[in-house]
C-alpha cells in the first residue's frame, strides 16, 4: 500500500491519532482594533496575493493591514475612522516585507561584526565593506595584521570566514601560528561547521587528546597531538563550550544583535528564521531573543526552529516538552516553530557526503547518520510530537537520507501538511526532485551555492553537479513549494541578489558565467521565494508573506519593481525603507549603530 492509500485508509478508520498536533493551524482572525487609520499610497503594491496581486494603496491600524486596493477602495474604512493619508512612498513600489527563510541571526551579527576573513566582498551596514581577501598569503597577513592590533596579549581573537576551498589548504596549528604563537587565535570557517585554532588556543584551554578522544572531528597529527582542526559540528561545539565565555561577552550581544539587525534591513527583510536555536546557549539565546523582539529598535520578527541535540544535551527526555514550552515567550515579533536536524557535513568546505560518484579526488565526505533508518530513529519523537521538522542537507548522501526518512516516518506515523523542510539542497537529483513531490516536502535553497560557490566547487564536484546546485526551475515545475535563503553567516543575507541568482543562474564571484540556465525561474517565481514562500518555509504565511487584510503591517518599499525591469538589474534594486507592523524604517536610519533599548 503506498502511502497516499495508507493515509486514507488509517483516516477512514480512525486510526490517525494526535491528528490535530500534526496540522500547520491557521491563525483564527484577531478582535478588531481601530483608533487611527494610516493610508500608505505607492505608485505600485505588488501583494503576492494572486486576487488582488497590484494595488496603490493600503489602510492600516494598530500594526495590521486593513485593506488593499486604491485610495477610493480604502472609503469603507476611512469614512468610519480617523485616517492619515502618507504619500511618502507615491514614487516607490512596495511589496511584503522579504522573509530570510533560513539564516542565524544572532550568529550571523556575532561573526559579521567580527574581523573578516573571506574570499568575497562583505557589506556592513555601518560602514566600509570588507573587501575580501584574495588567497591564503592575504588571509595570513590580514590575520596577523588582527592580532597585532589588539592591545591586550592575552585578548582571544575570533575571525570568521576563512574558505578552504577558495584558500586551497585547510588551516592547522602550524599554518595559524604564523599569525600569532602567544595570542589565542580561533578562526571559523565560512561553512560555519568547522573551527581551527593556534598552538596558543590549545595552551591557554589545556585541551589535551585525551580530553577530545571521544568528539568526533578533532584533529590529530602523526604522534597523535591536537593538530588544531575542529571540524563538523560535534567538535566546533566543544571549541564554543569552552571558549565561549571570552568570545561571546554578554556586553557585547546586544550590539552584535543589532548589526544583522540593520544589515537584514537594508536588505528589505523584515521577518528572519532563526534555523538552529540553542546551538551556543538555549538560556542565552531565550534570554537575547526576548530582550530584542521587545526592543524598540528592533527592525525584525523572529522566527526560531530549536536544533534538537543542544536540547536533548541538557534536558534529556524532557527535550521535547521544554522545547514546546518555548511557544510561552511568543509575542507578536517572536515566533517559536520546529526543530533542526543536521542530515550531512557541509558544501562550502566539501564535507558533505558524495558518494555517487563522489568527489573528483576520490574522498567522499561526511554523513551524520549511517541510514535512512537511523535518521528517521532520531526524527521519530519529535514527528510523533507534531514539530515542522527542518533538515540541514546537501550532498547525494544526506539528500538521499534526508528524503527516505520522509517516507520512513509517514510510513510510521501519517500526518497532513507535515511541512518537512529540505535546507539547502545542494546536490539533488531529478529522482530526489520527484519523491520529495510524492512525498509532499518543501524545499529551502541556498543560492550562494550558484553565485559565489560553482566557480569554486566545479573541480571537486565537476561541471554538472556544480551547475545545477539547487535545481529551481526543476522544483518550481514539479509543484513543490521553495524559498532560497543566505544561511547568513554563510552568505550575507541578499533577498534580492538571491533572486537575481534564481533568475540569471549567474555567478558574482568571478566571471559572470551561467550555470544551468535551464534551471532559471520568472521573476514571478523568484520573488514568492522570497515573500509568501519563504512565509510557508517557516510556517507564518498567515502571519507575513503577502499584503493581505489581516496580516502583519510588514512592508520593503523598493526604487523600482524587480518583475519590471531586465533580469540582470534585479539584485541592484535599492531598498528605500522597510515598515514592520505600520512602523516606517527607513534605510538612512539604520546606517550608523544604535543601542538595542
Known amino acids: 500500500m503506498n502511502v497516499k492509500a495508507k493515509i486514507i485508509y488509517l483516516c477512514a478508520l480512525g486510526l490517525v491519532s494526535g491528528l490535530a498536533s500534526a496540522v500547520q493551524l491557521i491563525d483564527p482572525p484577531s478582535t478588531p482594533k481601530v483608533s487611527e487609520i494610516t493610508v ?57 516585507g522579504f522573509i530570510e527563510p533560513h539564516a542565524h541571526p544572532l550568529l550571523a551579527g556575532l561573526l559579521f561584526n567580527r574581523p573578516l576573513l573571506t574570499p568575497s566582498p562583505m557589506p556592513n551596514p555601518w560602514g566600509t565593506p570588507f573587501a575580501g581577501v584574495p588567497n591564503l598569503p592575504a588571509a595570513i ?37 604564523q599569525a600569532s604563537t602567544t595570542r589565542p587565535i580561533i578562526v571559523w570557517d565560512i561553512s560555519g561547521h568547522d573551527m581551527y585554532v593556534n598552538s596558543a588556543t590549545i595552551k591557554h584551554y589545556g585541551i589535551t587528546p585525551d580530553m577530545v578522544k571521544n568528539i ?14 575542529f571540524l563538523e559540528i560535534p567538535a566546533m561545539q566543544f571549541i564554543l563550550k569552552i571558549a565561549g565565555k571570552d568570545i561571546l561577552k554578554p556586553n ?108 573528483t579526488n576520490g574522498t567522499i565526505g561526511s554523513t551524520n547518520y549511517q541510514s535512512a533508518k537511523d535518521f528517521a530513529g532520531a526524527m521519530k519523537p519529535w ?60 524545499v529551502s535553497a541556498n543560492m550562494s551555492y550558484i553565485s559565489e560557490r560553482a566557480q569554486l566547487e566545479y573541480p571537486m564536484l565537476g561541471v554538472d553537479r556544480a551547475s545545477y546546485a539547487t535545481r529551481l526551475g526543476t522544483l518550481v515545475r514539479s509543484g513543490i513549494v521553495t524559498s532560497i535563503h543566505s544561511d547568513a553567516p554563510v552568505s550575507a543575507p541578499a533577498p534580492l541578489k538571491e533572486a537575481w541568482t534564481a533568475v540569471t543562474r549567474r555567478d558574482v564571484y568571478k566571471d ?41 503591517a510588514d512592508f520593503a518599499v523598493l526604487d523600482s519593481d524587480p518583475q519590471a525591469i531586465p533580469a540582470i538589474k534585479i539584485k541592484d534594486v535599492a531598498v528605500h525603507a522597510t515598515v514592520l507592523g505600520g512602523k516606517v524604517i527607513p534605510v538612512s536610519e539604520t546606517k550608523k549603530p544604535r543601542p538595542m533599548n
Open 383 to 442: 514527528w510523533d510530537a507534531g514539530f515542522h521538522i527542518h533538515i540541514h542537507s546537501n550532498g547525494d548522501v544526506g539528500n538521499a537520507h534526508s528524503i527516505n526518512s520522509l517516507q520512513l516516518l509517514l510510513d510510521s506515523k501519517p500526518r497532513f501538511d507535515h511541512r518537512y523542510t529540505i535546507n539547502h539542497f545542494g546536490i539533488p537529483s531529478t529522482a530526489m526532485v520527484m519523491k520529495i513531490k510524492t512525498l509532499g516536502a518543501v
Open 512 to 552: 559572470g558565467k551561467v550555470w544551468a540556465p535551464a534551471d532559471a525561474v520568472t521573476a514571478s517565481d523568484a520573488m514568492k521565494m522570497i515573500t509568501i514562500n519563504a512565509a510557508y518555509t517557516l510556517g507564518v504565511e498567515s502571519k507575513v508573506g503577502s499584503i493581505e487584510a489581516g496580516k502583519f
Open 40 to 96: 500608505f499610497v505607492a505608485k505600485k503594491i505588488v501583494t503576492m496575493d494572486p486576487s488582488i496581486p497590484n494595488a496603490t494603496a493600503v489602510a492600516v491600524s494598530d500594526g495590521r493591514i486593513l485593506s488593499v486596493g486604491s485610495l477610493e477602495d480604502m472609503k469603507p474604512w476611512t469614512d468610519k475612522y480617523p485616517t492619515k493619508i502618507d504619500r511618502q512612498f507615491a514614487n516607490k513600489v512596495m511589496y511584503p
Open 252 to 359: 557585547e550581544i546586544p550590539n552584535d544583535f543589532m548589526y544583522i539587525n540593520d544589515l537584514m534591513q537594508q536588505a528589505g527583510i523584515t521577518t528572519s528564521g532563526d534555523l538552529a536555536f540553542g546551538t551556543m546557549n538555549i538560556d542565552m539565546e531565550t534570554k537575547i531573543a526576548k530582550a530584542y523582539t521587545t526592543s524598540p529598535n528592533g527592525a525584525l520578527r523572529i522566527v526560531p526552529v530549536v536544533y534538537a541535540e543542544p536540547f536533548i544535551q541538557k534536558y534529556g527526555d524532557k527535550a521535547i516538552q521544554e522545547a514546546q514550552n518555548l511557544s510561552q515567550q511568543d509575542n507578536d515579533r517572536l515566533i517559536f516553530q520546529g526543530v533542526k536536524f543536521y542530515s550531512d557535513g557541509g558544501y562550502l568546505p566539501e564535507t558533505m557526503r558524495m558518494e555517487s560518484p563522489g568527489y
Open 216 to 229: 568526533k572531528g578533532v584533529g590529530l597529527d602523526k604522534d597523535g597531538q591536537l593538530n588544531g582542526q
Open 141 to 177: 597577513a590580514q590575520l596577523k595584521k588582527y592580532s597585532d592590533a589588539i592591545k591586550d596579549p592575552n585578548e582571544i581573537l575570533l575571525t570568521w570566514g576563512y574558505d578552504v576551498v577558495a584558500m586551497g589548504k585547510q588551516p592547522d596549528r602550524q599554518l595559524l601560528d
